[in-house]
């Protein structure tokens, strides 16, 4: 009996060792006992959270939220009055929706949905980490084809190599984390059309860009697109991812793939406030873009700072004259936490950086300049 258990568990354990840990990077509490301080003196730029949406504003909410919930029972009508209301927004209908416990889920179980034990899945790089790392533990094999060096995509290779590979999921970030930029519709146009198989736009920061092809969902079989409330609507913390696509696959995904309580009640009934307040929501993406725009300037002023334009809530620059570790762990010093990208495709020292308020960015640049010695 002993000896049964030990080799399954032998083997498990060999099996998971092939799959790489997911690093979230360092807490702010954390580096707060490392440093000595409160962990409210750490300003987190790491995970392109949305510090824009006033606290105060989403615990107001929270608390009617808890006032109106019963958690008692399953989730009930709350799932529906989300889906009816996301749809009336984004003109789609309402069974054309999968909510999930953040887009990462959703990554999953497409994946999941998608593709057997030993299939390939097409992809770019640099990209999003989450896609690998979801087709790997699914068994199945993940191809990156390489961004142009202006990191636009490379549409021909992209489609050459599906064919070869006989690829049966592509994912298209877009725009695209950690490069910031979003891709020339044409060319996701043309691999939507070009791939037979299943297309998976992930827009989780299109609302900081210029378009979104979840128009697209209905006239495309073979096009999900995935949305999140994490960035745009501040709330990364409660977890709610949505995908869109054609009824016969969301709906599929949804009861066949799906597990009934995918989204808590208290999360499904913030995401409906939440739609609710849409102005406040858009004014402070407005604030963002132009928070966005000083820190690019400001960057650009700086020698051996090379930022790129970004659509996102982030900013990816290369360093020239010193190493990204060093620039990560000096600003870490300085109860900072930036995201230590290091090669992006030529570019030898990247940093990601989350566009935050005023405040947050002018101590950011401060301390960024004493450190790059500008
Ligand atoms: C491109 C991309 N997709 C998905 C996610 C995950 O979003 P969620 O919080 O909805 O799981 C992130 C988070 O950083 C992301 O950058």
Same mark, same amino acid.
Request: hydrophobic share 40%; proline share 4%; with cysteine.
């Given at each position: 009996?002993?000896?049964?258990?030990?080799?399954?568990?032998?083997?498990?354990?060999?099996?998971?060792?092939?799959?790489?840990?997911?690093?979230?990077?360092?807490?702010?509490? %954390?580096? *707060?006992?490392?440093?000595? !301080?409160?962990?409210? $003196?750490?300003?987190? #730029? =790491?995970?392109?959270?949305? &510090?824009?949406?006033?606290?105060?504003?989403?615990?107001?909410?929270?608390?009617?939220?808890?006032?109106?919930?019963?958690?008692?029972?399953?989730?009930?009508?709350?799932?529906?009055?989300?889906?009816?209301?996301?749809?009336?927004?984004?003109?789609?209908?309402?069974?054309?929706?999968?909510?999930?416990?953040?887009?990462?889920?959703?990554?999953?179980?497409?994946?999941?949905?998608?593709?057997?034990?030993?299939?390939?899945?097409?992809?770019?790089?640099?990209?999003?980490?989450?896609?690998?790392?979801?087709?790997?533990? %699914?068994? *199945?094999?993940?191809?990156? !084809?390489?961004?142009? $060096?202006?990191?636009? #995509? =490379?549409?021909?290779?992209? &489609?050459?190599?599906?064919?070869?590979?006989?690829?049966?999921?592509?994912?298209?970030?877009?725009?695209?984390?950690?490069?910031?930029?979003?891709?020339?519709?044409?060319?996701?146009?043309?691999?939507?059309?070009?791939?037979?198989?299943?297309?998976?736009?992930?827009?989780?920061?299109?609302?900081?860009?210029?378009?979104?092809?979840?128009?697209?969902?209905?006239?495309?079989?073979?096009?999900?697109?995935?949305?999140?409330?994490?960035?745009?609507?501040?709330?990364?913390?409660?977890?709610?991812?949505?995908?869109?696509?054609?009824?016969?696959?969301?709906?599929?995904?949804?009861?066949?793939?799906?597990?009934?309580?995918?989204?808590?009640?208290?999360?499904?009934?913030?995401?409906?406030?939440?739609?609710?307040?849409?102005?406040?929501?858009?004014?402070?993406?407005?604030?963002?873009?132009?928070?966005?725009?000083?820190?690019?300037?400001?960057?650009?002023?700086?020698?051996?700072?090379?930022?790129?334009?970004?659509?996102?809530?982030?900013?990816?620059?290369?360093?020239?004259?010193?190493?990204?570790?060093?620039?990560?762990?000096?600003?870490?010093?300085?109860?900072?936490?930036?995201?230590?990208?290091?090669?992006?495709?030529?570019?030898?020292?990247?940093?990601?950086?989350?566009?935050?308020?005023?405040?947050?960015?002018?101590?950011?640049?401060?301390?960024?300049?004493?450190?790059?010695?500008?």
């Amino acid at each position: 009996m002993k000896d049964r258990r030990s080799s399954w568990l032998e083997r498990f354990l060999e099996d998971a060792k092939t799959l790489t840990k997911y690093d979230v990077g360092i807490t702010s509490e %954390r580096l *707060a006992r490392r440093l000595g !301080v409160d962990p409210s $003196e750490i300003l987190k #730029l =790491n995970s392109n959270e949305n &510090l824009f949406i006033p606290l105060d504003f989403l615990r107001g909410l929270l608390k009617e939220v808890v006032e109106e919930v019963d958690p008692r029972f399953y989730p009930r009508d709350e799932r529906v009055e989300l889906e009816e209301e996301l749809a009336r927004r984004l003109k789609v209908h309402r069974d054309q929706i999968v909510l999930g416990s953040g887009s990462d889920q959703l990554i999953e179980l497409l994946t999941y949905a998608f593709l057997d034990r030993g299939e390939k899945a097409l992809s770019i790089t640099p990209t999003f980490s989450i896609y690998e790392r979801a087709v790997r533990t %699914r068994g *199945a094999h993940y191809v990156p !084809v390489p961004l142009m $060096e202006d990191f636009s #995509l =490379n549409v021909e290779r992209m &489609l050459r190599l599906a064919e070869a590979e006989e690829a049966k999921v592509l994912f298209i970030c877009s725009p695209n984390n950690p490069t910031a930029n979003q891709f020339r519709l044409e060319d996701v146009k043309g691999l939507i059309e070009g791939f037979d198989w299943l297309v998976v736009l992930d827009e989780t920061y299109a609302d900081f860009a210029t378009y979104s092809m979840v128009d697209l969902t209905r006239e495309c079989e073979n096009l999900v697109v995935l949305r999140t409330f994490s960035k745009v609507f501040g709330v990364a913390g409660l977890r709610l991812g949505y995908a869109v696509s054609n009824v016969d696959v969301s709906s599929a995904l949804r009861e066949r793939f799906q597990m009934p309580y995918p989204v808590s009640s208290v999360t499904l009934r913030m995401g409906l406030k939440l739609l609710r307040n849409l102005d406040l929501i858009k004014e402070k993406i407005e604030s963002l873009k132009e928070e966005r725009a000083a820190l690019i300037r400001r960057l650009s002023e700086m020698e051996g700072v090379q930022p790129f334009n970004s659509e996102t809530n982030f900013v990816l620059m290369n360093l020239t004259e010193m190493s990204s570790d060093e620039a990560y762990r000096r600003l870490l010093d300085q109860g900072i936490i930036v995201r230590n990208i290091g090669r992006v495709l030529n570019l030898e020292n990247c940093i990601r950086v989350t566009v935050a308020p005023r405040p947050m960015m002018e101590r950011f640049l401060e301390a960024f300049r004493r450190i790059i010695g500008r």
